[in-house]
């Protein structure tokens, strides 16, 4: 079969790697890609929102399926677009992905459903922010209700801060339209867990665990960036966790949707912080989590595709995604300034290193090919060398001695992805 896949970050490489080892398919395109999926797959010059020229390539491609994870995308509607064409596409509608477009509707459907999370108020108007602010319990979250990049989340110690946070998101519009409704809610802590799921509009099937790390500095540190590695699975996620989350949430979930008129299907990835009251969603995402899943999918066994011809058929409940019982570790290699301002167009070299190496992979992020024809840097994020091993601190071990063998000017990376294992060694 012919299947397109939209995207072209360091997650979609993954997805497009795990999607190349289903014997179902025999031709990959990737619209845009980068330069590592073009190794992989054939990239076409087509943007991720320009839903038109997508459906157009895949009806005159004879496409059998269309595969998107891009929080953009999925909210703008590519899902409807495609099926009004009669186009069959693995993804969430956008009736669906609002669980991730709006923290404000996630919020409201965790308390409507009696699913566990932090305590929060809604606001579109500041003067009401401001004054709420005065009353509230620090250190307090502010988050903007739209999408921004995995940055619109501000964790503000003093109400100094809190209130340089209002004007930063609902005053000054750091992050557009996406802070015109803010959510202010109850500072937690705890470990971070995240949690992907197959989903199919009722039935969910769970992936293994992982880790991200958030913040840009060692010792978790810095500004918040879209995730600057991450290890698989998640030595904290115990089967106390797992049954905790099986029945307080992941279905409770599955169903409010349902009850809601908006099924979810595609990738449901939960956001959790295990608390010292138990378990609680941090926030919804309605795809594969990036760089979660350049540690998730490399462990996968099962046939991505027939786990995603399920979620569209409604038939999940008839498969079983299977993991390896091994560990992954991935660590990002971003450009020096990242997520702050950053040069591209530096030529990477050592790729080649990982040519052949069974057990490593270097995800692309943000890279391109120049005039010369050599790989560049063109993104904040610009590879996720990952490493599987028979443990984490193996994956761990093989992931940083990966890192090593590619270069760019101005690479920066953190040196302690998977430190939190060693509490568990
Ligand atoms: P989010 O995009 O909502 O997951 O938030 C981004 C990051 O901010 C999370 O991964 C947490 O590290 C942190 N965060 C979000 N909400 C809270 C909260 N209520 N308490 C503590 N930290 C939080
Ligand atoms: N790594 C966090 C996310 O994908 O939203």
Not at 23 to 52: R, W
Not at 96 to 116: H, R, T, V
Request: aromatic content about 8%.
């Amino acid at each position: 079969m012919k299947v397109l896949l939209v995207g072209g970050g360091g997650r979609e490489h993954a997805i497009a790697e795990a999607i190349n080892r289903s014997p179902q398919v025999d031709k990959l395109y990737c619209a845009p890609g980068n330069a590592g999926i073009a190794k992989i797959a054939e990239c076409v010059k087509i943007g991720t929102m320009d839903f038109e020229a997508l459906t157009a390539f895949a009806a005159d491609n004879e496409i059998d399926l269309t595969v998107c994870s891009m929080d953009d995308p999925l909210c703008a509607g590519i899902v409807d677009a495609f099926e009004a064409k009669g186009l069959r596409i693995f993804g969430t509608p956008a009736n669906a992905a609002i669980i991730e477009g709006s923290k404000a509707f996630s919020k409201d459907l965790m308390k409507k459903y009696g699913i566990p999370t932090a305590a929060y108020e809604i606001f579109d108007d500041p003067e009401k922010a401001l004054a709420y602010l005065e009353t509230a319990k620090m250190p307090i979250v502010l988050k903007a209700s739209g999408l921004a990049l995995g940055k619109g989340v501000l964790i503000c110690n003093t109400l100094d801060d809190a209130k340089a946070g209002v004007a930063e998101l609902m005053m000054d519009k750091k992050f557009g339209d996406a802070g015109s409704k803010i959510v202010i809610e109850e500072f937690m802590t705890g470990r971070e867990v995240s949690v992907l799921a197959f989903a199919d509009g009722k039935t969910y099937k769970l992936m293994s665990s992982s880790q991200d790390h958030k913040r840009a500095g060692d010792g978790d540190t810095g500004l918040n960036t879209g995730g600057m590695g991450t290890f698989s699975p998640s030595p904290f996620y115990t089967e106390e966790v797992d049954d905790y989350c099986r029945k307080n949430i992941y279905q409770k979930t599955m169903d409010a949707m349902a009850a809601e008129g908006r099924p979810f299907r595609g990738v449901l990835y939960f956001g959790l912080m295990l608390t010292p009251d138990g378990p609680r969603v941090l926030e919804y995402n309605t795809r594969f989590g990036d760089p979660e899943t350049q540690v998730v999918l490399p462990r996968l066994k099962s046939d991505i595709i027939e786990i995603m011809q399920a979620c569209i058929d409604g038939k999940l409940d008839s498969v079983d995604p299977e993991f390896e019982d091994n560990a992954a570790v991935c660590v990002v290699i971003a450009s020096g300034g990242y997520p702050g301002s950053y040069e591209k167009g530096k030529v990477i070299t050592g790729l080649e290193n990982f040519d052949g190496k069974e057990g490593y992979y270097c995800f692309h992020a943000g890279t391109a090919f120049n005039t010369d024809g050599e790989t560049v840097t063109s993104g904040g994020r610009v590879l996720g060398v990952t490493a599987l091993g028979d443990t984490l601190i193996e994956a761990r071990a093989n992931a940083y001695k990966a890192a090593e063998w590619v270069h760019f000017d101005g690479e920066y990376m953190r040196h302690d992805i998977g430190k939190a294992i060693d509490a568990v060694k």
